[in-house]
């Protein structure tokens, strides 16, 4: 069994879209696909969601499952910072969009950024005020501002790569069908599944969890160490504590409990990692290795 989890915590683009639907955020994020596996960028950063997943696209998925529509809107390499805001001040006259990724190192009213770190990030712009973009930022900031120009530049996210386009945004947010949470859950299911046969790669999955035991042992490098305590542990955890619970909800118990054994491992890493306890980190990844192929098969 695994016990709920509420509080702080990185669900940007969730929360996002949970300020603009009224949809729990937890059954965002889970219906986004992001709990179904764990994959090695470049043999040295891990994610704990799915090989090949991004977060816009699986926040497209996500809301098409609750019966929801919207158009994602991008700018291009060309376009002046100028007339990207324009295109956002016209966009959020009515009522507000859900813009990213932005490079959240760039977003000046976070005290503890002073430049680009490669990490996306999604706010919701409300209003754009002469020379002043209004928005919620999930990060903890509702209302936050920051000039036009300084908006523009994390909106670029010239250091985020999945895009492929800068100035992205979504808007146009319609409810097109009731879709109640369990029926959305149990379409789900085979998606999961399809998913964690997507991790099954020398990049993903188990393997991944075994190079990361390899890693951790070898000495992982700074920057490794510090996307695992500052993000990928906090992120990955409570995604698979939403997952047990949703999953327990629709009556698929035997996946819940392995989505409660993963958390409760992930969970562990947060220490482990932080006080530099490699043998303890290596061993949890050894212990998550196979219960990939175990919610595999629970979800069959």
């Known amino acids: 069994m695994t016990t709920r989890y509420t509080g702080s915590g990185p669900y940007c683009y969730a929360n996002s879209i949970a300020m603009l639907t009224g949809e729990d955020p937890s059954a965002v994020e889970v219906l986004t696909g992001s709990p179904f596996g764990l994959w090695l960028d470049d043999d040295r950063l891990p994610f704990f969601d799915p090989y090949g997943w991004d977060p816009l696209a699986g926040s497209t998925a996500a809301l098409a499952r609750l019966g929801w529509s919207s158009t994602v809107t991008t700018g291009s390499e060309e376009e002046d910072d100028g007339d990207a805001i324009q295109r956002l001040r016209l966009a959020v006259r009515d009522r507000p969009a859900l813009v990213g990724p932005v490079e959240i190192g ?45 908006f523009a530049a994390a909106w670029r996210a010239d250091s985020i790569d999945y895009t492929g386009k800068p100035f992205v945004m979504r808007t146009e947010l319609e409810k097109t069908e009731n879709v109640d949470l369990d029926t959305a859950f149990t379409e789900f299911v085979p998606a999961a599944r399809k998913l964690l046969e997507d991790c099954d790669t020398p990049a993903g999955g188990a393997s991944a969890a075994l190079r990361l035991a390899d890693l951790v042992e070898a000495g992982l490098p700074p920057d490794s160490r510090g996307h695992l305590v500052h993000f990928a542990v906090r992120v990955g955890v409570r995604r698979l504590c939403d997952a047990a619970h949703w999953l327990g909800r629709i009556g698929r118990a035997s996946a819940a409990d392995v989505l409660s054994r993963q958390a409760k491992l992930v969970g562990s890493l947060q220490y482990e990692l932080t006080a530099g306890s490699a043998k303890a980190a290596a061993e949890t990844f050894r212990q998550l290795a196979p219960t990939y192929e175990q919610l595999h098969a629970a979800l069959g």
């Open 106 to 150: 760039l977003l000046r009213h976070l005290p503890e950024m002073t430049g680009p770190i490669g990490s996306d990030h999604y706010v919701v712009v409300t209003e754009v005020a002469g020379d002043t973009v209004v928005f919620h930022d999930p990060h903890g900031c509702p209302y936050a501002t920051l000039p036009a120009g300084a």
